[in-house]
């Protein structure tokens, strides 16, 4: 190699040298962080039953028949009869330990099974959110309930419909 190539690949290294290492360059550090959650699992365990519910004569309107989610059935009023056997719907969520899940519902329809074109909305009655106590098995049972409201032109007949529970980490 001749010094004069020599001298050039001298060169060229210094000025390559000076440009891969900026001047007054700064680095700074961040802490990372990730949480990794089971996948949660919900399981029906009962279908919510509001039980037999008879109209009195006469005309009147606004009349709201419920369980709560406690299992608490309101039917204080003079227009009606409520007998039968009732129960909340209940559910198992199970997932990640001292994780929050939010519960999501929206009211359901139910429709009169003679006539169709008859329909009732039950205004669903939910917990908002659940603490798991455990991971995996047996995971937290939770009640939802719902209320109806009658009048004296509601039609007889079974009424019927499908109640959709959604739950997601919070």
């Given amino acids: 190699m001749t010094r004069h190539t020599r001298r050039l690949l001298l060169l ?11 001047v007054g360059a700064v680095t700074q550090s ?16 009962q279908n919510l039953d509001l039980g037999t519910i008879t109209l009195s004569g006469g005309t009147w309107s606004g009349v709201t028949v419920g369980i709560s989610q406690a299992g608490v059935l309101n039917c204080g009023n003079a227009n009606i009869v409520c007998s039968g056997a009732t129960q909340v719907a209940r559910y ?3 997932g990640t ?11 359901v329809t139910l429709t009169n099974q003679a006539d169709p074109s008859q329909t009732l909305t039950m205004v669903v ?6 603490t ?9 049972e939770f ?8 009048s004296s032109s509601t039609a007889d007949g079974d009424y019927t419909g499908t109640m959709d529970v959604t739950v997601e980490y919070q």
């Fill in 12 to 22: 060229l290294c210094t000025c390559g040298a000076a440009v891969s290492a900026p």
């Fill in 92 to 94: 198992r969520v199970t």
């Fill in 132 to 140: 798991l106590t455990s991971s995996g098995q047996p995971g937290v």
């Fill in 125 to 130: 009655d939910k917990p908002d959110s659940i």
């Fill in 143 to 150: 009640d939802v309930g719902g209320s109806i409201t009658l």
């Fill in 97 to 107: 330990n001292k994780q929050v899940v939010l519960v999501s519902a929206p009211d």
């Fill in 30 to 45: 961040a802490n990372v962080k990730v949480t990794v959650v089971k996948p949660l699992t919900l399981t029906s365990l």
